[in-house]
């Protein structure tokens, strides 16, 4: 939990707008680095105070997520689906440690809303993580619902089509046979589809033949650029590009 505690901290410190701000700034983080049963209820209860600032609820429940304490759930699935992506990624870490089994019927309540898909990019990758049995029918379904011509949240789909490879599950086979015949998601999909031995070539959207035993280097590239052009803004976290 190191390198992400100390990212979010870093992050949240830009917050910081009074003394008093920051004098309870360096109270969360005493109380995170002690990591004692009565901190932890004193963070508990952070979360559900009325008017405490986003960051320090935000930071209260991570400590007890990384922790394993349920208590932070309701709290990480409202940031899990929050408007800035650089929160989901934070609430993602520390679902994916909570051990929580409503977390994967939670992410994929939200990837799968069409209401939400312009935040849907950690919940997806969540799902992956999990490996829980809602993963793979809500990967599948979020992908099929995004395979439409000028679809602006193409980075959600890479996302569904590299965790459908990383899941191993055949049930995927179709749904990623269909994303290969879209160029961006191309040579994810055909990464994908040689792990789960399907080794047949499959035609991109431009009728150029990819290769499914290619490996996935291409799709791993990709997924790695989707993330760091994603932003951190308050702004929908996705969307058409220029």
Same mark, same amino acid.
């Given at each position: 939990?190191?390198?992400?505690?100390?990212?979010?901290?870093?992050?949240?410190?830009?917050?910081?707008?009074?003394?008093?701000?920051?004098?309870?700034?360096?109270?969360?983080?005493?109380?995170?680095?002690?990591?004692?049963?009565?901190?932890?209820?004193?963070?508990?209860?952070?979360?559900?105070?009325?008017?405490?600032?986003?960051?320090?609820?935000?930071?209260?429940?991570?400590?007890?997520?990384?922790?394993?304490?349920?208590?932070?759930?309701?709290?990480?699935? +409202?940031?899990?689906?929050?408007?800035? !992506?650089?929160?989901? #990624?934070? /609430? &993602?870490?520390? =679902?994916? *440690? %909570? $051990?929580?089994?409503?977390?994967?019927?939670?992410?994929?309540?939200?990837?799968?809303?069409?209401?939400?898909?312009?935040?849907?990019?950690?919940?997806?990758?969540?799902?992956?993580?999990?490996?829980?049995?809602?993963?793979?029918?809500?990967?599948?379904?979020?992908?099929?619902?995004?395979?439409?011509?000028?679809?602006?949240?193409?980075?959600?789909?890479?996302?569904?089509?590299?965790?459908?490879?990383?899941?191993?599950?055949?049930?995927?086979?179709?749904? +990623?046979?269909?994303?290969?015949?879209? !160029?961006?998601?191309? #040579?994810? /999909? &055909?990464?994908? =589809?040689? *792990? %789960? $031995?399907?080794?047949?070539?499959?035609?991109?959207?431009?009728?150029?033949?990819?290769?499914?035993?290619?490996?996935?280097?291409?799709?791993?590239?990709?997924?790695?650029?989707?993330?760091?052009?994603?932003?951190?803004?308050?702004?929908?976290?996705?969307?058409?590009?220029?």
């Amino acid at each position: 939990m190191e390198e992400e505690f100390h990212e979010l901290t870093d992050r949240v410190r830009g917050e910081l707008r009074s003394p008093q701000d920051l004098v309870a700034y360096e109270r969360l983080l005493g109380l995170a680095r002690k990591n004692t049963p009565a901190g932890r209820e004193e963070l508990a209860r952070m979360l559900v105070a009325v008017e405490r600032p986003l960051w320090a609820r935000e930071i209260a429940a991570f400590v007890l997520g990384c922790a394993g304490d349920k208590r932070a759930f309701e709290t990480l699935v +409202l940031l899990l689906n929050y408007r800035e !992506p650089v929160r989901c #990624a934070t /609430a &993602a870490h520390a =679902l994916g *440690r %909570l $051990g929580d089994p409503r977390t994967a019927r939670a992410a994929a309540a939200l990837a799968t809303n069409p209401l939400r898909t312009a935040y849907a990019l950690h919940p997806v990758r969540l799902l992956a993580e999990l490996r829980a049995p809602q993963s793979v029918p809500a990967l599948i379904a979020t992908l099929e619902r995004l395979l439409t011509p000028h679809n602006p949240y193409w980075r959600v789909s890479l996302a569904c089509v590299e965790g459908l490879g990383a899941l191993g599950d055949r049930r995927a086979v179709p749904a +990623l046979t269909a994303a290969a015949a879209h !160029p961006r998601l191309a #040579a994810a /999909a &055909a990464a994908s =589809l040689a *792990r %789960l $031995g399907v080794h047949e070539d499959v035609t991109a959207g431009d009728g150029a033949e990819v290769d499914a035993t290619a490996g996935n280097g291409a799709g791993a590239t990709a997924g790695k650029g989707a993330e760091a052009t994603a932003g951190n803004g308050a702004g929908p976290p996705d969307g058409p590009d220029a």
